[in-house]
Structures are given as structure tokens and as C-alpha cells.
């Protein structure tokens, strides 16, 4: 998170597994976007690292495809490709071999003498988790001055598939890197939308004295995708929805909603708050699994007049497959602030609607003045915080309806990001990506935090892969998920809330 106008220094940048698809989509064109509105260091270079037969003109050529298919700011301009693109190279090479490390190093230090100062050496591993081990442990053999002050390294998710592989990983890393030289990534907390939220909490006078269990009823995180799993099939069947999105976006979005204020926006500071909440989680017992989770599996359907696979039909999923693509939960958190308010999270694949969205719905009046008829549409006030696609907060009040009737309906108080800020917003790993430049860690994960909440889903984690689902599939392509999730919120008197859909027929 930008907070001031220093530029980064002179940096070199490599990609593991630059040939990929990470790489393409986002990382090429965040940097490149970085470039253009002037947050890249005045000195850096780009290595891209990876097996395939490519010439630096070759791999340049590649990216610009991805630039031009992906960024945000459109197809490349000439002129301005032609300068950022001098500045990336390709390095042929093997993260298994000895020489891939040599050969970074010759280039780290040509640059350095190149430039005339020490650079910051930043290693991204966009490259499946197998690979983080041995990549970790060839970069820390590059032998280059002030190392500990000058590397950094990337960790993309899935950080472990369990606690146990997740702290293995943690205790590899921190036998060869400093805490603060790790940059454990969740895109999520790099959105626009999600960002707000810290500044929307502790900015305002007006939300912290009613944001606790006096004033909160319940709060809902939802992340929906109307997509199945698509060429992901074989990566997602290891995987499932309670790994892949409620161990890592789900819950640190729910650790800002429900976080103390910090004494500070210092890195650490943020974070201890973060993980305070996941230690006050309550633990979910073999009752509290039972009671208080639902899995889900979607099957074979139409989506906008398309016929689309089950997901055991999908390309390299097992046939009769136990993972979950629907998952949802009730949690609550024991402290002072939260005590029996439930927090609602479910994610799912192929939904009806692709949406992130927080609800949190504020206690009812204590005593209704109007008659009956006067408040048949009533509807509590509500906070509803999108995250994408629409970016916006939305109050829901009641208002009088203009007449000459005390007739009441529910409005909404909408600060909309589009037509509020002219420029269109950076894309989350614009955001992350020049934060690890300049060395911010406030929107990476400590591993405390990766830890705390592996802990928190093991017992969900264990007992759904050792109880195999009876009712696979359990729900329909383009609907809301399993119906025994509309009992979990139902049976406490509340329903899933739902963003109206804008565009239906567009959907795809
Ligand atoms: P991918 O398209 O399969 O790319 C894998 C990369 O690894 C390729 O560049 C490949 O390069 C390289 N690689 C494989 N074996 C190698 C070896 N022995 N030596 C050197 N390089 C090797 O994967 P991806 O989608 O980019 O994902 C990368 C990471 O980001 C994964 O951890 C994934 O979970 C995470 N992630 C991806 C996305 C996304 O949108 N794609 C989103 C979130 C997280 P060569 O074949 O040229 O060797």
C-alpha cells in the first residue's frame, strides 16, 4: 500500500516459471502497468526463468500477446513497450539445476556494476508448490553482498494443502530467509475493494462504535463464481473449495471486517490484529463440523442457454470425485467485540453469479413504532461492501416513500468506485507487487497467520476427506449452491444475501 513518493531502488526482478501463465496474465502486465504510471524503479531488469526453447526476442513477444490480451490499460502502447521491454530478459534454465543459480547471480552482478549500486533482488515463484522448496534453497545459495537487506522472495498460493506441509514450508523458508524477506502473496487482500475496508473501519469516526454485538446482528462473506472449474480440473480435484478460497481470500477478508484497531499502520502491527482474530475463531469440533458446515458439488446444467459438464465430467477430475466446490460456513469469534455474532462465508463454482460480496446486517430497532402496514417491505439496515465485480459500499436504510402515505421501504446510500474516482483502479498485483519493491509486508501473510488458519479448517479439512459425500452432486449449475446451505443461515432466521444481477443475459 503506497504511502509515499519514494521510488523504489534499482531492482531486479526474476520470474520462476516466466513462461507461465501467471506471468502472461497478471504479472507481466501489473509491472508493465506499473511502468506506465511511473511507480518501476528508474533502474530494473526482468528474468524471466523457465525450461522452454525461448530467445529473449521470442519471450518479449510472448508477453506482449499477454499485455496485450490482459492489461488493464489495453493493447501496448509502441513506444513504450519497446523501452520496457528492453528491460526483460529470458534465462533458459532448469530450477532443478545448480547452473540456474549461477547464472542468476552473473546477472545480478553485471547489473550491479552495470548501475553502479546494490540492487534489491526480488525472486517471484509463479511455479506449482512443489517447486518452492528447491527454488528457495537455490536462490539463497546466490552469492552477492548484504544479501539478508537485499533479496526478497514471492511465495504464491496454495501456501502447504495442510497445516503440517504449510508449517514444513514456513520452517524451510525461515531457516533461509529472514521473516521480513518473505512475501507470502493472497491477491485478494491486494483489491481496490478489500484495501477500503481499513480505511472505510478506522477513518470514520461513525462505524467503530456500532461495529461489535450491540449493534451487528450477523455478517455474511460470500465469494461466487459462475465458472466451473475449467482447464484447472486436474490442480482444483487436490485442492477444493474450502483450500483453495476459505483458508486464504475468505478468511483474511473476514480478519479485516472483524479486526481491533491497530495502534498503527505499520506492517506488523496490521498483521498481529489479523492473526488476533484467527486465534479467537472458535475451534470447530466434530459437533461444530457437523452442525455448522456444509460442502457441495455442482453437476451437469445450463448456463445463459449452454449446456455445461458436471464436475466429475470435467477434464482431470477423478470420476467419482470427493472433492467440494461449494463450501460454506458458520463461525464465531470469541473476544469481547464478536461474542454469538455468527459470520456467515460460502464460496462456490458455477453460482448463479459471480460475486464478492460482505453483508453486514445491523440488530433490528428496538421497538417498532410504525403499524404493520406501513413497513411491509422493512428490512433491517444493512452494510453491503462489494468487492467485485461492482466496487462499491451500499447503506440500506429505511425511508418514508414520497406520498401522502407513512408508507417505509428500504434505500440504499451508494458510494460507487466507478463514477466517484475518475481513474480506473490498479489491478490487486499492481498494488502487491510495487509493495514488495518498496518492502511493505501490511497486505502479505506472516506465517503465524498461514499457520492459525490451517489450524482453524484442519478439523473441517480432515473429516471431509476421511467421510466421503453421499450426496455428490448436490446442486444444479447456475443456482445458489446446495439447499442445506440455505438451511445453515435459515435455521438462525436469516437468508443468503444476493447482489441484484445487472446483466444476465450477458453472462457467459
Ligand atoms: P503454469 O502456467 O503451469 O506455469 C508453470 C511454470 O513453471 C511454467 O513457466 C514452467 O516453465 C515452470 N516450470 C515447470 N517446471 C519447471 C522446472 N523444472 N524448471 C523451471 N521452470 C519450471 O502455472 P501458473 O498458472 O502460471 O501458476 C504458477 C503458480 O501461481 C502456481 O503456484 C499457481 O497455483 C499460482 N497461481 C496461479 C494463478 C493463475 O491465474 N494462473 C492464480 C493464482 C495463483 P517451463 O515449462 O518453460 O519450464
Redesign the pocket.
Known sequence: MKTTNIKPKPTVFTI????????A??LIPALYNLYLDGYMPAKFTIVG????DYDNQKFREILLDGINKFSRSGKADAAKWKVFSSCIQYLQ????KDKTYQDLEAIIKEKDQEWGEESNIIHYL????Q?FPIISKGVATINIENKEQRNRIVI???FGHDLDSAKELNKLLQSLFDETQIYRID?YLGKETVQNMMAFRFANALFEPIWNRNYIEHVQISVTEDIGVEDRGG?YDGSGALKDMVQNHILQVLCLVAMEPPVSFNADEVRNRRVDVLRAIRKFGHEEVKHNTVRGQYASGWVAGEEVLGYREEKGVDPNSNTETFAALKFFIDNWRWQNVPFYVRTGKRMHQKASVISIQFKDVPHPIFPIEASESWQQNRLIISIQPEMSIRLQVQAKRPGLDMILNPVDMVFNYDGTYPAESPEAYETLLLDVMEGDQTLFMRADQIEAAWELLMPVVENWESRKSINFPNYAADSWGPEIAEALIAKDGFHWFTMPVKNKKDKK
Open positions: 520462476f516459471g516466466g513462461t507461465g501463465d501467471l506471468a496474465r497478471k526463468l523457465g525450461r522452454t534454465s532448469d530450477a532443478k509463479s511455479v506449482a508448490p517447486f504464491e498460493k496454495p491477491h490442480y
